[in-house]
T-cell receptor
Framework: GAVVSQHPSRVICKSGTSVKIECRSL??????MFWYRQFPKQSLMLMAT?????????EQGVEKDKFLINHASLTLSTLTVTSAHPEDSSFYIC????????????FGAGSRLTVL | QQQVKQSPQSLIVQKGGISIINCAYE??????FPWYQQFPGKGPALLIA?????SEKKEGRFTISFNKSAKQFSLHIMDSQPGDSATYFC??????????FGQGTELSVKP
């Protein structure tokens, strides 16, 4: 079945630095990828939708200059948290859809970001 | 209109019992209703999904019941096992659209 790989699984950084998280579809081409954020014991909140070769669409309230998303190929999307602060500490999860209009989303294992 | 409301927030069931989690939605344009299972520190995994043209779908011990007129759907886990202890999320989307998640239910199955 479809597999989405996310890296790194855990990252600790100092306040003010930038962190990049990669999301790869391993055995399919992902026309659309989604980035979610999840706080402890809460639901997944959609941050943005990225389509290969075009700009990401951000959800209301998500700072696009802080959370940079790049979807340069059909198998790779990256999320860069710029000038990270402790309040950005969270569990970031990507997901991918393998065909235009398909409903099934495959999720990565998530990346735990801790900003000191 | 984009919300999906899920209940209960937490559920404790004895081994062998039936776990039931309920969800309700408002947007009648939704046409895809999946359930995801998430273990601590992991991403969600698709468990089972249904479309509104059927009222029930069963896969092993997991069954989705769907009531289109009431705009509600539920997950039933038969013969619940300790290994089923996880957080369950219902979700809904339109064809090819964004997946909107419910608030989650933390299930604990006691041996």
């Amino acid at each position: 079945g479809a597999v989405v790989s996310q890296h790194p699984s855990r990252v600790i950084c100092k306040s003010g630095t930038s962190v990049k998280i990669e999301c790869r579809s391993l055995d399919f081409q992902a026309t659309t990828m989604f980035w979610y954020r999840q706080f402890p014991k809460q639901s997944l909140m959609l941050m943005a939708t990225s389509n290969e070769g075009s700009k990401a669409t951000y959800e209301q309230g998500v700072e696009k200059d802080k959370f940079l998303i790049n979807h340069a190929s059909l198998t790779l999307s990256t999320l860069t948290v710029t000038s990270a602060h402790p309040e950005d500490s969270s569990f970031y999860i990507c997901s991918a859809r393998d065909a235009i209009g398909a409903n099934v989303l495959t999720f990565g294992a998530g990346s735990r970001l801790t900003v000191l | 209109q984009q919300q999906v409301k899920q209940s209960p927030q937490s559920l404790i069931v004895q081994k062998g019992g039936i776990s039931i989690i309920n969800c309700a939605y408002e947007n009648t344009a939704f046409d895809y209703f999946p359930w995801y299972q998430q273990f601590p520190g992991k991403g969600p995994a698709l468990l089972i999904a249904i479309r509104p043209d059927v009222s029930e779908k069963k896969e092993g011990r997991f069954t989705i019941s769907f009531n289109k007129s009431a705009k509600q759907f539920s997950l039933h886990i038969m013969d619940s096992q300790p290994g089923d202890s996880a957080t369950y999320f219902c979700a809904a989307s339109r064809q090819g659209g964004k997946l909107i998640f419910g608030q989650g239910t933390e299930l604990s199955v006691k041996p």
